[in-house]
């Protein structure tokens, strides 16, 4: 589709998002479909790729739901689509009210649902992790037992880590379980149901399926995202790569393991990625998302395959039949900064320019504050870099270079948060 057509219906993109995580995305779906953004405050930088923005409160079902008839009314509605977590339950919405292509809000709110997935996935005999609702802390503690050895804290609704905590003795859990409970991620916790899990602990190397769903029982894994954790204390996402050869790619059990989990939650549509760890018994689900991946991985994917998830997804929003044959066979990757000590930001910058250092960004603001691992979030990251390279280990070597030519200067203070 022409997306300059001025009388082509509008594909909805529910929530712009941040400029340095989702630039990227907006732009590939606007050069395919005529966007029309709702926001809350629809965002300066979005506006060059939008054909519409309209202001609406996004936790306000009625509100949105009359700012989309008018719009069906008048130019047509195409799709809609969303690419925040918080609003993935509001888009299944929106398509099964106005009979638009999309999932059911029924298998968005098993992937949301952590505790509702674990059912779902056990019920299924899907490899997973047990898992348990828990009150309170000295019930945590108890479960742990039962567990046995190190297990994970995490809330029921909230995403990219937030919250999430390993702990190893009983102090440890109820600490993780009083952050579990309080942690907060750009209001996502308002979007979801209350509660904190207690989890067994999962070995292994941790990987994202980037899946196209073209229907029940049908999938297309277009890459696998081998993910770096750094402080596991914590899970923190400290880098992603992308190789189009991947090994992993022609694993039958992975292939299985997530068509299993797909298929018990009733996912039917769209591009989304399934969280694995390849265990020592195989792999086992972390947590499936209803959305496009978060990090730059859509990019990754998009310089290592030239597959464009954004446009994959946007195709699948309206109906069409999305491009899946890869143009690319190489490798890309990303690794973000975090600070080396908590304090505020006094400069960051590289010293390094390369055809294959795609692009290096500050993400911290200069005067503002971070906080160190093992209590940092992913709003503590101070920079990223993404690099390109004929494979994984190049990319690998060429990341490593970027981190020693490039200068994060912190004025240290003590910790401002704790577990």
């Known amino acids: 589709m022409d997306s300059t057509d001025m009388t082509a219906p509008l594909l909805i993109v529910l929530g712009a998002g941040s400029r340095t995580w989702h630039s990227d995305v907006l732009k590939h779906i606007a050069a395919l479909h005529p966007v029309a953004l709702l926001d809350g405050q629809p965002p300066s930088w979005a506006a060059a790729h939008t054909t519409l923005s309209i202001t609406v409160d996004l936790t306000d079902i009625e509100a949105v739901a009359n700012a989309v008839s008018a719009l069906e009314a008048g130019r047509g509605v195409a799709g809609v689509l969303t690419y925040i977590d918080s609003h993935v339950m509001l888009a299944a919405q929106l398509a099964n009210g106005f009979g638009l292509p999309g999932n059911t809000p029924a298998a968005v709110e098993a992937c949301r649902d952590k505790h509702l997935m674990r059912s779902l996935l056990a019920a299924a005999e899907i490899p997973s992790a047990r898992s348990y609702m828990v009150p309170d802390a000295e019930t945590a503690v108890e479960y742990a037992v039962l567990l046995g050895g190190p297990v994970v804290i995490k809330p029921r609704n909230l995403s990219a880590g937030a919250g999430v905590r390993r702990a190893d003795t009983p102090n440890q859990v109820r600490d993780a379980f009083h952050a579990a409970k309080s942690a907060s991620l750009a209001d996502v916790e308002r979007t979801g149901r209350a509660g904190v899990l207690i989890e067994e602990y999962l070995d292994g190397p941790e990987v994202s399926v980037e899946c ?75 947590e499936i998302n209803a959305h496009l991946s978060d990090d730059l991985v859509p990019h990754l994917v998009h310089l290592a395959t030239g597959l464009n998830l954004p446009q994959i997804s946007a195709d699948l929003a309206t109906g069409n039949h999305p491009e899946l044959i890869p143009s690319r066979g190489q490798s890309a990757a990303v690794r973000l900064l975090y600070p080396a000590a908590s304090g505020h930001v006094m400069a960051v910058n590289t010293g390094l320019i390369a055809s294959w250092l795609e692009r290096f960004q500050r993400i911290a603001a200069p005067g503002s504050r971070v906080t160190a691992p093992p209590f940092a979030t992913v709003l503590d990251r101070t920079a990223l870099a993404v690099v390109t390279g004929p494979d994984s280990d190049t990319c690998q070597q060429r990341l490593q270079l970027v981190e020693e030519r490039s200068r994060v200067q912190i004025q240290a203070t003590s910790p401002a948060r704790v577990a």
């Open 212 to 286: 196209v769903v073209l229907g029940h029982d049908t999938i297309h894994i277009a890459a696998i995202t081998r993910t770096h954790i750094g402080d596991e204390s914590a899970f923190q996402h400290v880098g992603h790569l992308v190789d189009a050869t991947d090994i992993l790619l022609a694993t039958p059990q992975i292939r299985e393991v997530t068509l299993g989990a797909l298929t018990a939650v009733g996912i039917s549509s769209g591009v989304v990625h399934v969280e694995i760890r390849l265990t020592s018994q195989g792999p086992r689900v972390v």
